[in-house]
């Protein structure tokens, strides 16, 4: 059982920045690709951005594109999501997500293990 726990989050003005970070434990992080999802309330959940196992590749929402950084140090066991010109609509639950494959995907349902949350609130 992998457990994942995240955090970093909080609250920002429009433009600034945050970094969240996603520790992992119970299981062998370089195993797993990761992921970020967010959902904002009365929204279902939405992929942001996946980073394969190796760190070799990584995938972003267009939303997101240019925006916000993922990162992994396998050594720590934790992933990172580095958020810079937020945005009021980037204003949502940040999940944390963990796949068993090399591969990782935008499908939420591919991934087994998630944290519960951490919340992320842009003002404008």
């Known amino acids: 059982q992998v457990h994942l726990i995240e955090s970093g989050g909080g609250l920002v003005q429009a433009g600034g920045s945050l970094r969240l970070s996603c520790a992992a434990s119970g299981g062998t992080f370089s195993n797993y690709a990761m992921g970020w999802f967010r959902q904002a309330p009365g929204k279902e959940r939405e992929f942001v951005t996946a980073?394969?196992?190796?760190?070799?590749?990584?995938y972003y929402a267009d939303s997101v594109k240019g925006r916000f950084t993922i990162s992994r140090d396998n050594a720590k066991n934790t992933v990172y999501l580095q958020m810079n010109s937020l945005k009021p609509e980037d204003t949502a639950v940040y999940y944390c997500?963990?796949?068993?494959?090399?591969?990782?995907?935008?499908?939420?349902?591919?991934?087994?293990?998630w944290g519960q949350g951490t919340q992320v609130t842009v003002s404008s």
């Open positions: 980073i394969r196992r190796s760190s070799g590749s990584t």
């Open positions: 997500a963990a796949k068993i494959s090399t591969i990782a995907t935008t499908v939420r349902y591919d991934y087994d293990y």
